[in-house]
């Protein structure tokens, strides 16, 4: 089935630094939706996105909608220890309103 | 509370012997899904329900059975486990308007090893 290309596939950095993930596809997703999942837990939404270049943040978290709706970014300023999981993008292909498709993940540590 | 709970949170088998994972949501969604999440692949869908009675096929069903006899339960059946069934298992629920499904809510997930 169809999956979703994230990279990149882990991140260590320092207390502080910006992140940057992606995803992308080459098929249209009419949804993008990026989750994460910390160790023992079930994955928790963190943004949810429904229009080609629609930008949101949440706090410190910034994710867009790419324009030709075949790629997302997340982005986390200033990070901070509590940052550390999995990241997940997904979302909703075309015509399968009822199924959707995750990434591969990115798995972020974070140094003091 | 809203939650997603499954039991058993760790399970440990043999090949062969069934098993059911159980699913229960409080939230009165239509829809319900299961995933299995494995190194490097991320989550991939193995059946969801739109609605009591209503089931289908994801990405991976194979050696999967589901029945939605009710809204607030969907169990994972393993009729006859394999090694290669062993893996991290996710339920999930959430609205459905009929055009597209709302935010999903996660499980906490059951560890599953088959020898």
């Known amino acids: 089935g169809q999956q979703l290309n994230q990279s990149p596939q882990s991140m260590f950095i320092q207390e502080g630094e910006d992140v940057s993930m992606n995803c992308t596809s080459s098929?249209?997703?009419?949804?993008w939706l990026w989750y994460k999942q910390e160790p023992g837990e079930g994955p928790v939404l963190l943004i949810a996105?429904?229009?080609?270049?629609e930008l949101t943040s949440n706090g410190r978290l910034t994710a867009q909608f790419g324009i030709t709706r075949k790629d997302s970014f997340l982005n986390i300023s200033a990070s901070i220890p509590s940052d550390v999981g999995i990241y997940f993008c997904?979302?909703?292909?075309?015509?399968?309103?009822?199924?959707?498709?995750f990434g591969t993940g990115t798995r972020l540590q974070v140094t003091l | 509370e809203a939650q997603v709970t499954q039991n058993p949170r760790y399970l440990i088998t043999v090949t062969g012997k069934k098993l059911t994972v159980t699913c229960s949501q409080n939230?009165?969604?239509?829809?319900m899904s299961w995933y299995r999440q494995d190194p490097g692949l991320g989550l991939r869908q193995i059946y969801y329900?739109?609605?009591?009675?209503?089931?289908d096929k994801g990405d991976v069903p194979e050696g999967y059975k589901v029945s939605r006899k009710e809204k607030r339960n969907f169990p994972l059946i393993l009729e006859s486990p394999s090694p290669n069934q062993t893996s991290l298992y996710f339920c999930?629920?959430?609205?459905?308007?009929?055009?597209?499904?709302?935010?999903?809510?996660f499980g906490p997930g059951t560890r599953l090893t088959v020898l």
């Open positions: 098929s249209i997703f009419n949804t």
């Open positions: 996105l429904y229009k080609a270049g």
């Open positions: 329900s739109m609605n009591v009675e209503v089931t």
């Open positions: 939230m009165n969604h239509e829809y």
């Open positions: 997904a979302g909703h292909l075309t015509g399968t309103a009822s199924k959707l498709t």
């Open positions: 999930a629920s959430s609205t459905f308007t009929g055009t597209t499904t709302d935010t999903q809510y």
